[in-house]
């Protein structure tokens, strides 16, 4: 049984830095594309960053452009997200997610495996 845990979240003041980590068991996290996905109270979720299988290729949501950063050490089976000058806005639950498809698809999120979710909450 595939298993995604995510660790990191917490409060945090604005312009301040989090790293979440998501480590997956019961898969190789090698075999997928990643990404990580958040959703604010109310709101639809929303992707946020993905990283291609061996790490090479990257791309963000323009929200987080230049203040987060995706990366993955696939002999952990981790993968990781460095959130850095936070803001209000970014508040909200971040997801890991990966798939087994295209790097290209990570954004749509539309099959593959989800953790449960770690809190972010940044205070202005």
């Known amino acids: 049984q595939v298993q995604l845990v995510e660790s990191g979240g917490g409060l945090v003041q604005a312009g301040g830095s989090l790293r979440l980590s998501c480590t997956a068991s019961?898969?190789?996290?090698?075999?997928?594309?990643m990404g990580w996905f958040r959703q604010a109270p109310g709101k639809e979720r929303e992707f946020v960053a993905a990283?291609?299988?061996?790490?090479?290729?990257?791309y963000y949501a323009d929200s987080v452009k230049g203040r987060f950063t995706i990366s993955r050490d696939n002999a952990k089976n981790t993968v990781y997200l460095q959130m850095n000058s936070l803001k209000p806005e970014d508040t909200a639950a971040y997801y890991c997610?990966?798939?087994?498809?295209?790097?290209?698809?990570?954004?749509?999120?539309?099959?593959?495996?989800w953790g449960q979710g770690t809190q972010v909450t940044v205070s202005s």
């Open positions: 997610h990966a798939t087994p498809g295209t790097f290209q698809s990570v954004s749509s999120g539309k099959f593959g495996f």
């Open positions: 019961g898969r190789a996290l090698s075999d997928d594309a």
């Open positions: 990283v291609s299988r061996r790490g090479f290729d990257t």
